[in-house]
Protein backbone atom coordinates (compact mmCIF):
# COMPACT_ATOMS: atom_id res chain seq x y z
CA UNK A 1 0.00 0.00 0.00
CA UNK A 2 2.65 2.44 0.45
CA UNK A 3 2.19 5.61 1.53
CA UNK A 4 -1.39 6.03 0.32
CA UNK A 5 -3.89 5.30 2.14
CA UNK A 6 -6.69 7.66 2.54
CA UNK A 7 -8.69 7.73 -0.91
CA UNK A 8 -11.55 10.22 -1.79
CA UNK A 9 -13.18 8.71 -4.41
CA UNK A 10 -15.88 10.38 -6.86
CA UNK A 11 -18.77 8.93 -7.81
CA UNK A 12 -18.52 6.31 -4.82
CA UNK A 13 -22.39 5.27 -5.33
CA UNK A 14 -22.06 4.42 -8.84
CA UNK A 15 -21.66 1.31 -10.59
CA UNK A 16 -18.16 0.63 -10.78
CA UNK A 17 -17.64 2.95 -7.13
CA UNK A 18 -20.48 0.94 -5.26
CA UNK A 19 -17.75 -2.17 -5.85
CA UNK A 20 -14.70 -0.60 -5.58
CA UNK A 21 -15.38 1.09 -2.38
CA UNK A 22 -15.85 -2.15 -0.16
CA UNK A 23 -12.98 -3.54 -1.92
CA UNK A 24 -10.68 -0.88 -0.65
CA UNK A 25 -12.16 -1.30 2.71
CA UNK A 26 -10.84 -5.04 2.58
CA UNK A 27 -7.74 -3.96 1.29
CA UNK A 28 -7.07 -1.81 4.47
CA UNK A 29 -7.91 1.34 2.80
CA UNK A 30 -9.69 4.87 4.30
CA UNK A 31 -12.16 6.01 2.03
CA UNK A 32 -14.01 9.35 1.90
CA UNK A 33 -17.29 8.39 -0.50
CA UNK A 34 -18.46 11.59 -2.62
CA UNK A 35 -21.85 11.20 -4.52
CA UNK A 36 -24.66 13.09 -5.31
CA UNK A 37 -26.48 10.56 -5.59
CA UNK A 38 -28.31 10.93 -8.86
CA UNK A 39 -29.07 7.27 -9.25
CA UNK A 40 -30.19 6.39 -5.64
CA UNK A 41 -29.12 5.43 -1.80
CA UNK A 42 -27.59 3.09 0.02
CA UNK A 43 -25.40 1.15 -2.07
CA UNK A 44 -22.35 1.09 0.56
CA UNK A 45 -22.67 -0.31 3.88
CA UNK A 46 -21.14 1.32 6.76
CA UNK A 47 -17.47 0.89 7.51
CA UNK A 48 -15.70 1.99 10.20
CA UNK A 49 -13.32 3.68 7.80
CA UNK A 50 -15.95 4.49 5.45
CA UNK A 51 -16.73 8.73 5.46
CA UNK A 52 -19.76 8.52 3.30
CA UNK A 53 -20.32 12.26 2.05
CA UNK A 54 -23.60 13.58 0.25
CA UNK A 55 -22.34 16.45 -2.15
CA UNK A 56 -21.64 17.66 -5.70
CA UNK A 57 -17.83 17.94 -7.05
CA UNK A 58 -19.20 21.02 -9.09
CA UNK A 59 -18.99 22.32 -5.03
CA UNK A 60 -15.52 23.42 -4.41
CA UNK A 61 -15.92 24.82 -0.98
CA UNK A 62 -16.95 21.02 -0.53
CA UNK A 63 -14.25 19.82 -2.32
CA UNK A 64 -11.71 22.01 -0.04
CA UNK A 65 -12.62 20.29 3.19
CA UNK A 66 -13.43 17.07 1.68
CA UNK A 67 -9.75 16.28 0.07
CA UNK A 68 -8.14 17.31 3.69
CA UNK A 69 -6.19 14.94 4.92
CA UNK A 70 -6.54 13.08 1.67
CA UNK A 71 -3.72 11.08 -0.22
CA UNK A 72 -5.28 10.25 -3.53
CA UNK A 73 -8.00 10.53 -5.74
CA UNK A 74 -10.19 8.15 -8.01
CA UNK A 75 -12.38 10.60 -10.23
CA UNK A 76 -15.52 8.34 -11.28
CA UNK A 77 -18.26 10.86 -11.38
CA UNK A 78 -19.78 11.55 -14.40
CA UNK A 79 -22.85 11.44 -16.51
CA UNK A 80 -22.06 8.09 -17.84
CA UNK A 81 -22.49 6.85 -21.36
CA UNK A 82 -23.52 8.86 -24.76
CA UNK A 83 -27.24 8.19 -24.24
CA UNK A 84 -27.66 9.69 -20.76
CA UNK A 85 -25.01 12.57 -21.88
CA UNK A 86 -27.21 13.51 -24.80
CA UNK A 87 -30.09 13.42 -22.64
CA UNK A 88 -29.47 16.26 -20.94
CA UNK A 89 -26.13 18.46 -22.09
CA UNK A 90 -25.45 20.99 -20.19
CA UNK A 91 -25.45 18.77 -17.13
CA UNK A 92 -23.34 16.82 -18.43
CA UNK A 93 -20.41 19.58 -19.71
CA UNK A 94 -20.81 21.03 -16.07
CA UNK A 95 -19.80 17.18 -14.22
CA UNK A 96 -18.29 15.94 -16.97
CA UNK A 97 -16.06 18.91 -18.16
CA UNK A 98 -16.19 22.11 -16.22
CA UNK A 99 -16.04 20.71 -12.64
CA UNK A 100 -12.88 18.85 -13.91
CA UNK A 101 -10.40 21.46 -13.92
CA UNK A 102 -11.44 22.79 -10.35
CA UNK A 103 -11.18 19.67 -8.87
CA UNK A 104 -7.89 18.44 -10.42
CA UNK A 105 -6.46 22.22 -9.14
CA UNK A 106 -7.61 21.87 -5.47
CA UNK A 107 -6.23 18.19 -5.38
CA UNK A 108 -2.75 19.69 -6.25
CA UNK A 109 -3.17 22.61 -3.48
CA UNK A 110 -4.17 20.34 -0.92
CA UNK A 111 -1.45 18.13 -1.57
CA UNK A 112 -2.99 14.90 -3.12
CA UNK A 113 -0.08 12.58 -4.32
CA UNK A 114 -1.88 10.58 -6.83
CA UNK A 115 -4.86 11.20 -9.00
CA UNK A 116 -6.33 8.64 -10.69
CA UNK A 117 -8.88 9.68 -13.67
CA UNK A 118 -11.42 7.41 -15.18
CA UNK A 119 -11.74 8.10 -18.96
CA UNK A 120 -12.84 5.71 -21.26
CA UNK A 121 -12.18 3.60 -24.50
CA UNK A 122 -14.66 4.99 -26.27
CA UNK A 123 -12.23 8.32 -27.09
CA UNK A 124 -10.76 6.32 -30.02
CA UNK A 125 -14.49 6.22 -32.05
CA UNK A 126 -14.10 4.40 -34.74
CA UNK A 127 -10.91 2.52 -35.87
CA UNK A 128 -9.78 0.06 -38.92
CA UNK A 129 -6.76 -1.26 -36.68
CA UNK A 130 -6.39 -4.74 -35.71
CA UNK A 131 -5.31 -3.53 -32.38
CA UNK A 132 -6.44 0.09 -30.74
CA UNK A 133 -3.02 0.70 -28.85
CA UNK A 134 -2.71 4.26 -26.68
CA UNK A 135 -0.85 5.84 -29.05
CA UNK A 136 -3.42 6.17 -32.00
CA UNK A 137 -4.93 9.27 -32.52
CA UNK A 138 -8.16 9.88 -30.27
CA UNK A 139 -11.44 10.86 -32.54
CA UNK A 140 -13.91 11.30 -30.16
CA UNK A 141 -17.50 10.91 -31.51
CA UNK A 142 -19.78 12.09 -28.81
CA UNK A 143 -19.21 14.96 -26.62
CA UNK A 144 -19.57 12.37 -23.49
CA UNK A 145 -16.30 10.88 -25.16
CA UNK A 146 -14.99 14.11 -26.30
CA UNK A 147 -14.75 15.82 -22.81
CA UNK A 148 -13.28 12.56 -21.59
CA UNK A 149 -10.81 12.91 -23.70
CA UNK A 150 -10.26 16.52 -23.00
CA UNK A 151 -9.83 15.71 -18.91
CA UNK A 152 -7.57 13.60 -19.79
CA UNK A 153 -5.63 16.60 -21.85
CA UNK A 154 -6.30 19.27 -18.51
CA UNK A 155 -5.10 16.35 -16.04
CA UNK A 156 -1.77 15.47 -17.92
CA UNK A 157 -1.04 19.19 -18.14
CA UNK A 158 -1.24 19.68 -14.46
CA UNK A 159 1.37 16.95 -14.00
CA UNK A 160 4.32 17.75 -11.90
CA UNK A 161 6.52 16.49 -9.41
CA UNK A 162 4.63 15.42 -6.21
CA UNK A 163 1.18 15.16 -7.97
CA UNK A 164 1.36 11.86 -9.86
CA UNK A 165 -1.47 11.38 -12.32
CA UNK A 166 -2.88 7.93 -13.83
CA UNK A 167 -5.48 7.92 -16.77
CA UNK A 168 -7.17 4.34 -17.37
CA UNK A 169 -9.36 3.50 -20.48
CA UNK A 170 -11.64 0.85 -19.47
CA UNK A 171 -13.59 -1.24 -21.92
CA UNK A 172 -17.56 -1.66 -21.13
CA UNK A 173 -17.70 -2.91 -18.07
CA UNK A 174 -19.78 -6.23 -17.35
CA UNK A 175 -21.37 -7.77 -13.83
CA UNK A 176 -23.20 -7.11 -11.02
CA UNK A 177 -23.47 -4.19 -8.58
CA UNK A 178 -25.75 -2.92 -6.33
CA UNK A 179 -25.76 0.16 -8.33
CA UNK A 180 -26.64 -1.82 -11.17
CA UNK A 181 -26.72 -0.86 -15.27
CA UNK A 182 -28.85 -2.06 -17.98
CA UNK A 183 -27.21 0.50 -20.40
CA UNK A 184 -23.84 -1.65 -20.69
CA UNK A 185 -24.14 -4.22 -23.12
CA UNK A 186 -22.75 -7.51 -21.67
CA UNK A 187 -25.57 -6.85 -18.50
CA UNK A 188 -28.18 -5.81 -21.25
CA UNK A 189 -28.80 -8.42 -23.76
CA UNK A 190 -28.28 -11.06 -20.61
CA UNK A 191 -30.98 -9.58 -18.66
CA UNK A 192 -32.67 -9.69 -21.94
CA UNK A 193 -32.41 -13.25 -22.60
CA UNK A 194 -33.00 -14.14 -18.60
CA UNK A 195 -36.41 -12.20 -18.51
CA UNK A 196 -37.67 -12.11 -21.97
CA UNK A 197 -35.91 -15.22 -23.48
CA UNK A 198 -35.27 -12.49 -26.04
CA UNK A 199 -31.83 -10.66 -27.43
CA UNK A 200 -32.27 -7.84 -28.97
CA UNK A 201 -29.08 -6.54 -30.99
CA UNK A 202 -28.67 -3.56 -32.59
CA UNK A 203 -26.28 -3.84 -35.40
CA UNK A 204 -24.28 -6.74 -34.32
CA UNK A 205 -21.37 -6.63 -36.38
CA UNK A 206 -19.64 -3.87 -33.74
CA UNK A 207 -16.47 -4.47 -31.88
CA UNK A 208 -16.88 -4.22 -28.40
CA UNK A 209 -14.46 -4.41 -25.83
CA UNK A 210 -15.50 -5.79 -22.50
CA UNK A 211 -14.10 -5.98 -18.86
CA UNK A 212 -15.29 -7.92 -16.07
CA UNK A 213 -16.02 -5.79 -12.80
CA UNK A 214 -13.90 -7.68 -10.72
CA UNK A 215 -10.90 -6.98 -12.91
CA UNK A 216 -11.79 -3.41 -13.05
CA UNK A 217 -11.65 -2.56 -9.30
CA UNK A 218 -8.53 -4.73 -8.97
CA UNK A 219 -7.34 -2.65 -11.46
CA UNK A 220 -8.15 1.01 -9.48
CA UNK A 221 -6.30 -0.35 -6.45
CA UNK A 222 -2.81 -1.72 -8.69
CA UNK A 223 -3.08 2.51 -9.48
CA UNK A 224 -2.91 3.33 -5.72
CA UNK A 225 -0.44 0.79 -4.51
CA UNK A 226 2.06 0.48 -7.14
CA UNK A 227 5.18 2.83 -6.82
CA UNK A 228 5.44 6.45 -8.56
CA UNK A 229 8.20 4.97 -11.40
CA UNK A 230 5.23 2.60 -12.35
CA UNK A 231 2.44 4.82 -12.42
CA UNK A 232 3.24 8.25 -13.08
CA UNK A 233 1.91 10.10 -15.75
CA UNK A 234 0.74 6.46 -17.50
CA UNK A 235 -2.03 6.63 -19.95
CA UNK A 236 -3.45 2.77 -20.33
CA UNK A 237 -6.11 0.96 -21.69
CA UNK A 238 -8.04 -1.64 -19.44
CA UNK A 239 -9.72 -4.34 -21.38
CA UNK A 240 -10.35 -8.03 -21.59
CA UNK A 241 -11.72 -9.53 -24.35
CA UNK A 242 -13.04 -8.05 -27.69
CA UNK A 243 -16.41 -9.28 -29.34
CA UNK A 244 -19.05 -8.19 -31.81
CA UNK A 245 -22.09 -8.15 -30.24
CA UNK A 246 -23.59 -10.01 -32.30
CA UNK A 247 -21.07 -13.02 -31.29
CA UNK A 248 -22.31 -11.56 -27.39
CA UNK A 249 -25.52 -12.69 -27.81
CA UNK A 250 -24.72 -16.02 -29.17
CA UNK A 251 -22.16 -15.98 -25.74
CA UNK A 252 -25.22 -15.38 -23.57
CA UNK A 253 -27.92 -17.69 -25.41
CA UNK A 254 -25.34 -20.56 -25.00
CA UNK A 255 -25.11 -20.20 -21.14
CA UNK A 256 -28.65 -19.19 -20.21
CA UNK A 257 -30.58 -21.18 -22.85
CA UNK A 258 -31.08 -22.45 -26.48
CA UNK A 259 -34.61 -21.11 -26.12
CA UNK A 260 -33.77 -17.38 -26.15
CA UNK A 261 -34.75 -16.00 -29.20
CA UNK A 262 -32.22 -13.35 -30.83
CA UNK A 263 -33.41 -10.97 -33.16
CA UNK A 264 -30.87 -8.15 -34.79
CA UNK A 265 -31.99 -4.94 -35.70
CA UNK A 266 -30.55 -2.01 -37.92
CA UNK A 267 -28.23 0.37 -35.80
CA UNK A 268 -27.01 3.97 -36.51
CA UNK A 269 -24.16 3.65 -33.93
CA UNK A 270 -20.75 3.30 -35.93
CA UNK A 271 -18.85 2.83 -32.55
CA UNK A 272 -16.10 -0.07 -33.40
CA UNK A 273 -13.26 -0.80 -32.49
CA UNK A 274 -10.92 -4.11 -30.62
CA UNK A 275 -8.89 -2.43 -27.53
CA UNK A 276 -5.15 -3.61 -26.97
CA UNK A 277 -4.61 -3.84 -23.61
CA UNK A 278 -0.77 -5.07 -23.57
CA UNK A 279 0.97 -2.20 -22.45
CA UNK A 280 -1.04 -2.24 -18.83
CA UNK A 281 0.43 -6.19 -19.09
CA UNK A 282 4.09 -5.09 -19.49
CA UNK A 283 4.11 -2.15 -17.27
CA UNK A 284 1.76 -3.32 -14.23
CA UNK A 285 1.65 -6.68 -14.46
CA UNK A 286 -2.01 -6.18 -15.05
CA UNK A 287 -3.75 -9.47 -16.76
CA UNK A 288 -7.89 -9.99 -16.08
CA UNK A 289 -8.38 -12.89 -14.71
CA UNK A 290 -12.25 -13.34 -15.10
CA UNK A 291 -14.26 -14.21 -18.31
CA UNK A 292 -17.27 -13.41 -20.23
CA UNK A 293 -18.40 -16.27 -19.27
CA UNK A 294 -17.98 -15.18 -15.58
CA UNK A 295 -19.53 -11.73 -15.89
CA UNK A 296 -22.81 -13.98 -17.19
CA UNK A 297 -23.03 -16.41 -14.40
CA UNK A 298 -22.53 -14.05 -11.98
CA UNK A 299 -25.27 -12.09 -13.50
CA UNK A 300 -27.54 -14.99 -13.86
CA UNK A 301 -26.65 -15.75 -10.27
CA UNK A 302 -27.94 -12.70 -9.24
CA UNK A 303 -31.08 -12.41 -11.23
CA UNK A 304 -32.26 -15.91 -9.63
CA UNK A 305 -31.30 -14.66 -6.06
CA UNK A 306 -33.70 -11.92 -6.86
CA UNK A 307 -30.52 -9.06 -6.32
CA UNK A 308 -31.44 -8.34 -9.87
CA UNK A 309 -35.35 -7.16 -10.04
CA UNK A 310 -37.11 -6.69 -13.34
CA UNK A 311 -34.24 -5.62 -15.25
CA UNK A 312 -35.73 -4.41 -18.72
CA UNK A 313 -38.56 -2.43 -16.86
CA UNK A 314 -37.05 -1.21 -13.70
CA UNK A 315 -36.09 2.64 -13.92
CA UNK A 316 -33.32 2.54 -11.27
CA UNK A 317 -31.41 0.53 -13.48
CA UNK A 318 -30.99 2.72 -16.67
CA UNK A 319 -29.24 6.11 -16.24
CA UNK A 320 -31.58 8.22 -18.51
CA UNK A 321 -35.03 6.74 -17.14
CA UNK A 322 -33.21 7.43 -13.55
CA UNK A 323 -32.00 11.06 -14.44
CA UNK A 324 -36.11 11.83 -16.34
CA UNK A 325 -37.16 10.58 -12.63
CA UNK A 326 -35.29 13.27 -11.17
CA UNK A 327 -36.38 16.01 -13.36
CA UNK A 328 -32.99 16.44 -15.03
CA UNK A 329 -33.74 15.99 -18.27
Same mark, same amino acid.
Not at 303 to 323: E, F, H, M
Given at each position: /??? #????????SNGFVGS????????????????? +???????? =????????? &????????? =??? @????????????????????????? !????? &? @??????? =????????? &???????????????????????????????????????? !?????????????? *???????????????? /?? *??? @?? +???????????????????????? /??? /?????RLALSLP? !??????? =?????????????????????????? #?? *???? @??????????????????????????????????AYKAGAI *??????????????????? +??
Amino acid at each position: /MGN #IRNILITGSNGFVGSRLVPYLLHAGYRVKALD +LHLYGHGT =LAPHVDLEE &IHGDIRDTV =LLK @NTLQGCDAVIHLACISNDAGFELNP !ELGKS &I @NLDAFAP =LVDIAKDVG &IQRFIYASSSSVYGVKSEARVTEELNLEPLTDYSLYKARC !EDVLLAKRARGFET *VILRPATISGYSPRFR /MD *VVV @NT +LTCQALQARRIRVLGGEQLRANLH /MAD /MIECYRLALSLPS !ERVDGQV =LNVGAENYKIIDLAHRIRSQIGVDVK #ID *VEPS @NDPRSYSLCSLAIARRWAFVPKHTLKQAIDELQAAYKAGAI *VDPINNPSYYNIRALKGKG +LA
